[in-house]
């Protein structure tokens, strides 16, 4: 079974802080990861993906990779109240096989 | 360029009934794909499609139908509505599926079965 796991949260940070989130992956076949961003009664827009171990950055946000743990993270620096959505971890196994995490759902606080 | 459109956007349907979900892109995409996200949930998949011909079951088929016959149009069929299927589809579409793949998404459909 091809699971992928998040904190549902609600994850609170104070505006102007880092926002952390988290993602387990169980198939270590998994090729591909990507990061969503959910506003309430939308549909998920893609904020960036990742497929080599490390860091990669995109303005406020980086996404982290570590197959070995099985482990990607999603760090958004300077959080603004805007960033407050539902965001939905997914990792592609190849063949078009998607699979979403349930999502963490962040609230930035003005 | 519309990208991926869904029609409708919300219908009610009674237990038992039938109903096609529209998905059309035009963005020459060889893959689609239907999702559905039930409330506080991820989206779980139903089908996808690797192109015109082409389908393959998700992670939830069951009580679901698809076909492809142009690269444009990838519609979802509900036989026999069940309450369980209440929830909310989205359609997706993307021009690759090797592991850089960026899935576009359409608005969804919100379905209710009562």
């Known amino acids: 079974q091809k699971e992928v796991e998040q904190n549902s949260g609600p994850l609170s940070v104070p505006e102007g802080a880092i926002a952390s989130l988290n993602c387990t992956y169980s198939?270590?076949?998994?090729?591909?990861f990507f990061w969503y961003r959910q506003y309430s009664g939308k549909s998920p827009e893609l904020i960036m993906f990742i497929y080599s171990n490390g860091d990669k950055e995109d303005g406020r946000f980086t996404a982290q990779l570590n197959k070995a743990s099985q482990y990607v993270s999603l760090l958004i620096r300077d959080s603004q109240p805007s960033d407050s959505a539902t965001y939905l971890c997914a990792v592609n196994s190849g063949s078009g096989d998607m699979r979403f995490g349930a999502g963490t759902r962040l609230t930035v606080k003005p | 360029n519309a990208g991926v459109t869904q029609t409708p956007k919300f219908r009610i349907l009674k237990i038992g009934q039938s109903m096609t979900l529209q998905c059309t892109q035009d963005?020459?995409?060889?893959?689609m794909y239907w999702y559905r996200q039930d409330p506080g949930m991820g989206l779980k998949l139903i089908y996808y499609s690797v192109g015109a011909g082409i389908t393959d079951k998700g992670e939830v088929p069951n009580g679901y139908n698809v076909s492809r016959s142009t690269t444009e149009d990838f519609p979802l069929r509900l036989e026999l509505a069940a309450p369980s299927q209440t929830s909310v589809y989205f359609c997706?579409?993307?021009?690759?599926?090797?592991?850089?793949?960026?899935?576009?998404f359409g608005p969804g459909t919100r379905l209710l079965v009562l």
């Open positions: 198939d270590r076949g998994s090729q591909s």
């Open positions: 997706a579409s993307s021009l690759l599926a090797d592991y850089q793949e960026t899935q576009y």
């Open positions: 963005m020459n995409h060889n893959y």
